[in-house]
Structures are given as structure tokens and as C-alpha cells.
């Protein structure tokens, strides 16, 4: 890194300074390709890979599906972003800002489009009655708390996350810069979380959705690298005993290998369709032609 760089009176992109993540970002909207999106046999076909933000929906519907909710049968298909799927004509129609997960809705006609992770979680709680709570008090709240984390999650990805483990130098203040606010946001949840068993209070909400895969990840060692030691995610009690909670449903524990393709391959289900699909088409099971 240069000491002496001064920005240029008009920024130009080159795509070889863009570290890590060159392929997946580009400074325009729009296709690059012409590619149609598959489309499967159940009413909801979600398009995803499975980041803190894809994992959000695949947990919401697997947890609507152990509830009882038979309308909410998925087909997810894989989204690979490093090879620029998401900028294929069929995705960035369903989601212009061609970023993952994005929702079709056929069970309405004309077929409903949603995309940001937030706003499927509110269209998917509000069309099955579930996960979002009745009481006005603690609904105000369940929404405080999922709006937070839509807020605050790009300074732990984008910022933290980039520069600790992903940024192509390490830069001392940029990681300072991102770190300091990570931390804050983790002590904002680790009071909250000291007074109430769940984001909204007493009832598991789509806010605890959202931010799990976020924060319990980041403080549990399940996200860059050692951030969980650097950051002391130990010290965050509160944050671990939720954490632990919500790790420890089969449904969050199912959504959470949706869309995987790294880790054990026993965790990782590339495309789901059904629910046997778990037991039949993970990864290891794939690769010894089961």
C-alpha cells in the first residue's frame, strides 16, 4: 500500500485491484449473459447460495415447514457467485441488484418477485401467519431488531469481514475501523440479549433469523478465519447461551446446509427440492454415487 496515494479527480474500476472478490462485483447494474432461471415443482423457488443472507431464508422456510406449513415447500438452486451466476439475465430479472438469495412466488399470479434478505423474511412471515409476532408490542420489536441487523451487517461483511480475511493488503486501519464497530454491535446484542431469552423477547422470531447467522457465527469461530478469537467473541455471553439455543433446532440446523458448498460435504446440500433430500443428496453421498 502506498502512503502517498491521493484519489484521482474521477475513480475508474480495474478489476485486478479488486482482491478476492474481483469477479463478483463490477461498478454497473444489469446482465452480463443471457441465462434463464430453472424453475422446480413446488410453489416457492428460492435462488440462493448459502452466506449469512442466503441462510437466513432457508432456515425461515425450513422452520415454516417443521411448523406445519405445507405451502411452503421450496425448491432452492444454487447460485454460484464466484463463476457470476447472479448477473445472468433470468437472476437479475427476479433481483436487479444481483445479489443473493432472491425469491419467486408462484402460488400468486402473476408470480411475486422478492429480493433482500430482510424483505423475504417479512413476505414469507406475513403470508404464513408465522414467526412474526401477533402482540403489536413485541411485533414493533421483532422488526426493530431485523432492520438493525440489515443496517448493521455490511460493516461486519463488508468492512471487518473484507478486511481481516479477505483484503488483498492487511490495513491496519480499515480492520481498527471495523473491528471497533463489530465489537459494538456485538455488546449492543450481548445487553439486549441479558434481559431477554429472544431478539422480540420471549417468542423466536424472524429477527433472531436474521441475525443469527451473522453474529453467533462471528462469535462462535464460524466466520473469517480467527475473527472469533480477535475479536474475543468468548467474552459475549449472552450472545453464545442465544446462539446455542438456536443452533441447537433441527430446522436451523437443515437450512444452515442449503446451498453449502464448502465445509464436511455431509453438510452440504447443493440444491434442495425435497425434504428427503437430506438424507439422500448431500454432498458425500453425491460424490460416492448414492
Do not use: C
Amino acid at each position: 500500500m502506498s502512503e502517498d496515494y491521493t484519489p484521482p479527480k474521477v475513480w475508474k474500476w480495474e478489476e485486478k485491484n479488486g482482491g478476492e472478490f474481483a469477479s463478483i462485483n463490477r461498478p454497473i447494474a444489469g446482465p452480463t449473459h443471457d441465462k434463464a432461471l430453472p424453475v422446480g415443482k413446488h410453489p416457492l423457488q428460492l435462488y440462493s447460495l448459502a452466506t449469512p443472507n442466503g441462510q437466513k431464508v432457508t432456515i425461515m422456510l425450513e422452520e415454516l415447514l417443521a411448523a406445519g406449513h405445507k405451502g411452503a415447500e421450496y425448491d432452492a438452486w444454487l447460485i454460484r457467485i464466484g463463476d457470476g451466476d447472479q448477473f445472468g439475465s433470468g437472476f437479475v430479472e427476479v433481483n436487479p441488484n444481483s445479489k443473493i438469495p432472491a425469491l419467486m412466488d408462484h402460488s400468486v399470479n402473476p408470480p411475486q418477485r422478492v429480493f433482500e434478505s430482510g424483505s423475504i423474511l417479512l413476505y414469507l412471515a406475513e403470508k404464513f401467519g408465522a414467526f412474526l409476532p401477533a402482540d403489536p408490542r413485541a411485533r414493533v420489536q421483532a422488526l426493530n431488531w431485523l432492520f438493525w441487523q440489515m443496517g448493521s451487517a455490511p460493516f461486519v461483511g463488508g468492512g471487518f469481514g473484507h478486511f481481516y480475511a479477505y483484503a488483498p493488503v492487511k490495513i491496519k486501519y480499515a480492520i481498527d475501523r471495523y473491528a471497533m464497530e463489530t465489537k459494538r454491535q456485538l455488546d449492543v446484542l450481548d445487553r439486549h440479549l441479558a434481559d431477554h431469552r429472544f431478539m422480540a423477547g420471549e417468542e423466536y422470531s424472524i429477527a433472531d433469523m436474521a441475525i443469527f447467522p451473522w453474529y453467533g457465527r462471528i462469535a462462535t469461530g464460524g466466520a473469517y478465519g480467527d475473527a472469533a478469537t480477535f475479536l474475543d467473541g468468548a467474552s459475549y455471553k449472552n450472545v453464545i447461551r442465544w446462539n446455542d439455543e438456536i443452533a441447537a433446532r433441527p430446522a436451523v440446523q437443515r437450512g444452515l446446509m442449503v446451498n453449502r458448498t464448502s465445509g464436511e460435504p455431509s453438510g452440504q446440500l447443493w440444491e434442495r427440492h425435497d425434504a428427503s433430500d437430506f438424507e439422500t443428496r448431500t454432498q458425500d453421498k453425491v460424490e460416492a454415487g448414492a
